[in-house]
Every structure is written in structure tokens, then in C-alpha cells.
């Protein structure tokens, strides 16, 4: 007897083929086919896709947020986190980030969920520059700006031209905090 599934199953096979494939694989059909099991088991954990989807997002933004935003919490100093942060930004695996984000583009209830999830993104690093003693007035701009250079490379279809060192991080954190 084949390891029955559970919605984390689910979940993060979801995710993985969302990189992979994009939105149009978030089906039961497809994904029980490509996980060699019957769409009755998708309807055991979910409703139904919307419903699923839902989960998907929130799975989502717990991984590459809320997540993150605990684990650089355990550092010890602003600079830290800003460097952790940053450097994480720019060295993630984009798969993920750009299929949501296409996504988004034609789902309105997706394109809600990214737009909170960037909210809180620029929220956080608006507080690390705070943090690090950045003008109140300037913490905005400079969020905004690492945050969009981070979608940037998100962008970027060039691997060569995604690649960051660990010295163009330091040097990014340098330009941030000023």
C-alpha cells in the first residue's frame, strides 16, 4: 500500500510544481496524476482549489517571510540582519518568487496576498534601518529600493547577471544604511 498523503504533502508538492510549471498545474487532477494518486485524495484535505490555493499562498508567504523574518531575528545586532536579509534576498532560488509573482498578475486574489506580502517585507526592513539609526525620512526610499533590486534579480533571465558575491552584498549594505 502506497504512504497515504497529508495536505503538507500536498502543500509543498504544490509549491514545488508551482516553480516548476506555474498556476496552471494547481489542479487536483494534474497534480494527482503527477503524484501518481487518485484526485480523491486531494478532495480528502481540500474543498476544493480555491481552497487549496489559499493554503498554497499562505505556505508561501510563512516560508519566504514570516519564516525568514523569525530566523534573522535570532541574530544579534541590526547589521546582522540586514546582511542576513540581503544576502538571502539576493541569493534565493527565483523560481518560486517569479511564478507567484506571474501569477499575480492575473489572479486579483493572488495579486492580494503578494501585495501583503511585500508590505511586510518593506515593513521589516523599514525597522532594520530604523535600527541602524537611518534618517526616519530616508528608511522608506531605501527599503523600497533594496526590496526592488531584490525583485530585480528575480527578473533577471541571465544567470551570469543574477550572480552576487559576497562582497557585492557587503557593498550593498554599505549603500542601504549609507
Known amino acids: 500500500m502506497a504512504k497515504r498523503l497529508t495536505a503538507d504533502d500536498w502543500t509543498n508538492f504544490g509549491l514545488r510544481e508551482l516553480a516548476k510549471s506555474g498556476p496552471a498545474c494547481l489542479r487536483a487532477d494534474v497534480l494527482a496524476k503527477r503524484l501518481g494518486v487518485s484526485r480523491g485524495s486531494f478532495y480528502w484535505h481540500f ?4 481552497d487549496y490555493e489559499t493554503i498554497v499562498l499562505a505556505a508561501w508567504r510563512e516560508r519566504t517571510t514570516e519564516r525568514v523574518i523569525s530566523e534573522l531575528e535570532s541574530k544579534q545586532t541590526p547589521l546582522e540582519r540586514l546582511r542576513d536579509l540581503v544576502g538571502r534576498a539576493m541569493t534565493i532560488n527565483i523560481d518560486l518568487e517569479r511564478a507567484i509573482r506571474s501569477w499575480a498578475a492575473n489572479d486579483p486574489k493572488v ?68
Not at 47 to 50: A, E, T, Y
Not at 129 to 140: N, Q, T, W
Open 47 to 50: 474543498k476544493n482549489i480555491d
Open 111 to 178: 495579486a492580494k496576498v503578494v501585495a501583503a506580502v511585500d508590505q511586510r517585507r518593506l515593513d521589516y526592513v523599514e525597522t532594520l534601518l530604523d535600527e541602524l539609526g537611518v534618517d526616519h525620512s530616508d528608511a522608506p526610499v531605501r527599503a523600497r529600493t533594496v526590496y526592488w533590486a531584490s525583485l530585480g534579480r528575480v527578473m533577471m533571465t541571465s544567470q551570469r547577471l543574477r550572480k552576487v558575491s559576497s562582497q557585492d552584498i557587503d557593498q550593498m549594505v554599505k549603500l542601504i544604511i549609507g
